[in-house]
């Protein structure tokens, strides 16, 4: 077993197999693994918010959905991943407040998890699975060895998808 490297929130970091890439606390945010399968290049975004077009100013790609995703694919590649072999894991994008108002505004977990959809597909990039939505945080840890992505949740067993 290589390195268990820490992405922090609105980060994001690649790595090479034997390594691994966590995240901790998951809420509304998203996590994005992708990977190459046959050079186990992988990768992990921690995204905030879907888009970026909103927001003026940023200065951090991994803040967001659509240029965090951008900015994980580019360094794969420089670290020797295919671009076309890439597939995807998602995880997160939980509603963690109980609400009653169908205020899109405050659907932030939602509209994460369906950016990170669409920008993969924009992409071509086939998602394999995802543990979305519902109302509690989760930590993930993925494998580049084995493409497992790991999913933790208090009060809940480990699974992979």
Same mark, same amino acid.
């Given at each position: =077993?290589?390195? =268990?490297?820490?992405?922090?929130?609105?980060?994001?970091?690649?790595?090479? +197999?034997? !390594?691994?890439?966590?995240?901790?606390?998951?809420?509304?945010?998203?996590?994005?693994?992708? &990977?190459?399968?046959?050079?186990?290049?992988?990768?992990?975004?921690?995204?905030?918010?879907?888009?970026?077009?909103? %927001?003026?100013?940023?200065?951090?790609? /991994?803040?967001?959905?659509?240029?965090?995703?951008? #900015?994980?694919?580019?360094? =794969?590649? /420089?670290?020797?991943?295919?671009?076309?072999?890439?597939?995807?894991? %998602?995880?997160?994008?939980?509603?963690?407040?109980? =609400?009653? +108002?169908?205020? #899109?505004?405050?659907?932030?977990? #939602?509209?994460?998890?369906?950016?990170?959809?669409?920008?993969?597909?924009?992409?071509?990039?086939?998602?394999? /699975?995802?543990?979305?939505?519902?109302? &509690?945080?989760?930590?993930?840890?993925?494998? +580049? #060895?084995?493409? !497992?992505?790991?999913?933790? /949740?208090?009060?809940?067993?480990?699974?992979?998808?």
């Amino acid at each position: =077993m290589g390195n =268990m490297i820490k992405v922090g929130m609105a980060d994001l970091k690649v790595c090479k +197999s034997p !390594d691994a890439l966590t995240t901790l606390g998951l809420g509304s945010c998203v996590g994005v693994a992708l &990977y190459d399968p046959v050079t186990k290049v992988s990768g992990l975004l921690h995204c905030m918010l879907p888009d970026s077009t909103q %927001i003026r100013n940023n200065s951090n790609p /991994a803040k967001f959905a659509d240029t965090g995703i951008d #900015e994980l694919i580019r360094q =794969m590649v /420089a670290l020797g991943a295919n671009r076309n072999r890439l597939v995807a894991k %998602i995880a997160g994008g939980a509603q963690m407040f109980a =609400m009653s +108002s169908g205020n #899109e505004s405050l659907r932030v977990g #939602e509209r994460n998890a369906l950016a990170a959809r669409n920008k993969l597909k924009l992409y071509n990039i086939r998602l394999l /699975a995802e543990d979305c939505g519902l109302n &509690y945080g989760r930590t993930v840890e993925f494998y +580049s #060895e084995t493409g !497992d992505y790991l999913i933790k /949740a208090v009060g809940k067993p480990p699974h992979k998808i």
